[in-house]
T-cell receptor, first 111, second 109 residues
Framework: NAGVTQTPKFQVLKTGQSMTLQCAQD?????MSWYRQDPGMGLRLIHY???????DQGEVPNGYNVSRSTTEDFPLRLLSAAPSQTSVYFC??????????FGPGTRLTVL | GIQVEQSPPDLILQEGANSTLRCNFS?????LQWFHQNPWGQLINLFY???GTKQNGRLSATTVATERYSLLYISSSQTTDSGVYFC???????????FGSGTRLLVRP
């Protein structure tokens, strides 16, 4: 099992550019989620999904889109990057009633 | 909604010392977990502990769900234990984890 994988590990964008952060899991988990973590801060939930075709907003969804076409993949899209989106992004997955596992993170800088 | 509070917010230990980190929940919680975020930023699962006690090497955790708290014990601390420790829980029938603000631990050699 690879667990939860994220790509890329690092990314630098210019303001206004778009990009997609990739997340995949091979544990057949129905629940997947995206968090952002700013320096010295805790984790804030951006979007989550409880299964293929089902997504919902977390605490800080503005500026981000998600889709869930398969159980394995849950990409996060930044449509028009802003400096306020400079952060470390974590993807996570779990099955209901069990432990949640995190990916290694993507460090994003928006200039 | 539930609130998750961790204490202490910061802790400095000399290598070899023991410590106890506490996590309190404001409402009934299931699926309690403890995570360690190491200095490189990785979030590592320590314990999935809805109730009872578990041990893994020098670390152990106890959750008393009826009293809405969990404790993480670190014995014979090492410099590699440094980082931030988060607890997180879910309410019944919810997938979403609610995180505490963390305990920042520094273990000095």
């Amino acid at each position: 099992n690879a667990g939860v994988t994220q790509t890329p590990k690092f990314q630098v964008l210019k303001t206004g550019q778009s990009m997609t952060l990739q997340c995949a899991q091979d544990m057949n988990h129905e629940y997947m989620s995206w968090y952002r973590q700013d320096p010295g801060m805790g984790l804030r939930l951006i979007h989550y999904s409880v299964g293929a075709g089902i997504t919902d907003q977390g605490e800080v969804p503005n500026g981000y889109n998600v889709s869930r076409s398969t159980t394995e993949d849950f990409p996060l899209r930044l449509l028009s990057a802003a400096p306020s989106q400079t952060s470390v992004y974590f993807c996570a997955s779990s099955r209901k009633g069990t432990a949640q596992y995190f990916g290694p993170g993507t460090r994003l800088t928006v200039l | 909604g539930i609130q998750v509070e961790q204490s202490p917010p910061d802790l400095i230990l000399q290598e070899g010392a023991n410590s106890t980190l506490r996590c309190n929940f404001s409402d009934s919680v299931n699926n309690l977990q403890w995570f360690h975020q190491n200095p490189w930023g990785q979030l590592i699962n320590l314990f999935y502990i809805p109730s009872g006690t578990k041990q893994n090497g020098r670390l152990s955790a106890t959750t008393v769900a009826t009293e809405r708290y969990s404790l993480l014990y670190i014995s014979s601390s090492q410099t590699t234990d440094s980082g931030v420790y988060f607890c997180a829980g879910r309410m019944d029938s919810s997938y979403k984890l609610i995180f505490g603000s963390g305990t920042r631990l520094l273990v000095r050699p």
